[in-house]
């Protein structure tokens, strides 16, 4: 697929009800897609078909994309969206929390994905964006498991992405810093140990949760995503923001040891 000639094409968004997946829903059926939203929860919106689909059952996701494919028979979109976050300090996060996080962004972006691998190849092209996030590349204290979860995905991104490119299917991470959503509230937040971490679990993820709130808005992400599309080609990973894409250029010139100093000092 070259650049966005949506018109009839075919899109998939995961965690279309709310936040960033609907922003990015409601762009593509502006701008000519057929739109499919896949989530828990189903909200009503014109021209965005809502599926219910939970993306940590296989069969769950598998029934979506039939359903799907048995309307359209093509899908030429993926925005792998869908997730949620755990914080706490991994010493004492609870099994089931930890399997919950990496169930929901990177065992569940990467079922989306595998179901739509079939059709794209068989026609030649499409597109798969996963939608990670800076934590990716700067991995964030008192959040490890999500920021496991989305080096993960950016790591399957590249790799599906090379296994792909000669059937003319390309992938793409778009990596995202603090967006004003209900992600915030929704995060599972566990404070144990936080008197023999002298106060520090609380006291990062209080200022992760204020960064977030006065971070992009959903639709500004969403506007970033349209720009992307239009271009011939799109680029394996990409920081939306500019000021986000200097921290990018910050990450790739120090030394990691300074680097996670910095993070420390910010996040630890
Ligand atoms: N907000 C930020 O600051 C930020 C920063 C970097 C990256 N991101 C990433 O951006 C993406 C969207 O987050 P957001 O900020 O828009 O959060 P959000 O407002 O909480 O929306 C999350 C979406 O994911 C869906 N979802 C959650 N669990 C699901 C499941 N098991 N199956 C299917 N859908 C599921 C939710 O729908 P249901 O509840 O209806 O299932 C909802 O539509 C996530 O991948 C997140 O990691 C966010």
Redesign the pocket.
């Known amino acids: 697929m070259t650049n966005i000639d949506a018109n009839h094409k075919t899109a998939v968004v995961?965690?279309?009800?709310?936040?960033?997946?609907l922003s990015i829903a409601r762009m593509l059926a502006a701008e000519g897609f057929r739109v499919f939203g896949?989530?828990?929860?189903e909200t009503h919106e014109d021209n965005i078909v809502f599926i219910p689909?939970?993306?940590?059952e296989i069969s769950s996701v598998k029934n979506a994309f039939d359903k799907i494919l048995d309307q359209t028979g093509s899908i030429d979109l993926l925005v792998a969206?869908?997730?949620?976050?755990i914080s706490g300090a991994a010493e004492f996060a609870r099994e089931e929390e930890i399997d919950r996080q990496l169930a929901?962004?990177l065992t569940?972006a990467i079922r989306c994905a595998r179901q739509v691998v079939a059709p794209m190849r068989e026609k030649q092209r499409g597109r798969i964006v996963f939608?990670?996030?800076l934590g990716a590349i700067f991995p964030l204290p008192f959040q490890s498991f999500y920021s496991v979860s989305k080096a993960g995905i950016n790591a399957f991104s590249d790799a599906l992405g090379l296994e792909l490119r000669p059937f003319g299917i390309e992938t793409c991470t778009l990596l995202?810093?603090?967006?004003k959503?209900?992600?915030t509230a929704?995060r599972i937040k566990n404070i144990q140990g936080d008197d023999i971490y002298s106060g520090r679990i609380r006291a990062s993820v209080t200022k992760m949760e204020i960064s977030?709130q006065h971070?992009m808005e959903?639709d500004q992400v969403a506007a970033v995503l349209g720009r992307l599309l239009k271009r011939r080609h799109l680029p394996p990973h990409y920081i939306a923001g500019f000021s986000n894409q200097l921290l990018g250029l910050l990450y790739r010139l120090l030394p990691t040891r300074l680097m996670l100093k910095i993070l420390g000092k910010i996040y630890g």
């Open positions: 995961t965690g279309a009800s709310r936040g960033i997946g896949l989530s828990r929860h689909c939970d993306v940590t969206n869908a997730g949620m976050g929901v962004n569940g939608v990670s996030s995202l810093n603090d967006v959503t209900d992600f929704s977030e971070g959903p």
